[in-house]
Structure formats: C-alpha cells, structure tokens
C-alpha cells in the first residue's frame, strides 16, 4: 500500500519562495506518477501539477510560471518549488501517487494522498 507524506510547509512572506517535499514507500518511486493539489478556505481542491514517471511535467493555471515541480527518484521524493507566492496561495498543500495517472492532472486519477501541509501566505 502506498504511503505518502508531505513536508516543508509554513509561514512565508507575500513575494517569498517555498519548497515542499512529497515522499511515497511502498512502491517503487520511480515507477509513480505524482500530483500536487491545494485546497484554500472554502474553496474546492484544486490542481498545481504533476509529475509523471520518467519526468514529464503538467501544471495547472493556478500557479503556472511560479511553479516547478521535480523529482529525485533515488531519494524517493517529488518536490514543489513555488515562487512570487502571494496571499491567495494560502491553502493545504496535498500530494498523491499512483502508478498510472494518465495524461493528464486529475484529482481523480490519483489513489493514493498524503494529509497535506499547510502554506500561510502573509506578512
């Protein structure tokens, strides 16, 4: 079964940058595609993007151009770089795995979720 763990939440200035981990076991990583989402306060869960296995990435309009996202397979950890962060990226942070996500960044193409961790843009 696949466990997934998200870390490097926190606190960050509007216009600061943050880098979040997402690490999965229980499965070869490099066999699994990855996904980012959010969900702000009263807002539904939506994409930031996605990693597929071999490194093709997928964002979504939410954080296109201040988003990047990769992955070190050796060290089983997909990572999401955000940068110009602004008050509105203020939500949980979740990232999922599975072995096949298609071609494309969906919610429901994903099996398996970490509990998120939160990200407070303000100053």
């Known amino acids: 079964q696949l466990q997934v763990v998200e870390s490097g939440g926190g606190l960050v200035q509007p216009g600061g940058s943050l880098r979040l981990s997402c690490a999965a076991s229980g499965s070869a990583f490099a066999y699994l595609d990855i996904g980012w989402f959010r969900q702000a306060p009263g807002k539904d869960r939506e994409g930031v993007g996605c990693?597929?296995?071999?490194?093709?990435?997928l964002y979504a309009d939410s954080m296109r151009g201040r988003a990047t996202i990769s992955r070190d397979d050796a060290k089983n950890t997909a990572y999401l770089r955000m940068t110009g962060l602004k008050p509105e990226d203020t939500a949980v942070y979740f990232c999922?795995?599975?072995?096949?996500?298609?071609?494309?960044?969906?919610?429901?193409?994903?099996?398996?979720w970490g509990q998120g961790t939160q990200v407070t843009v303000s100053s």
């Open positions: 999922a795995a599975d072995p096949d996500s298609g071609y494309v960044c969906s919610q429901s193409q994903f099996g398996s």
């Open positions: 990693i597929r296995r071999g490194g093709m990435t």
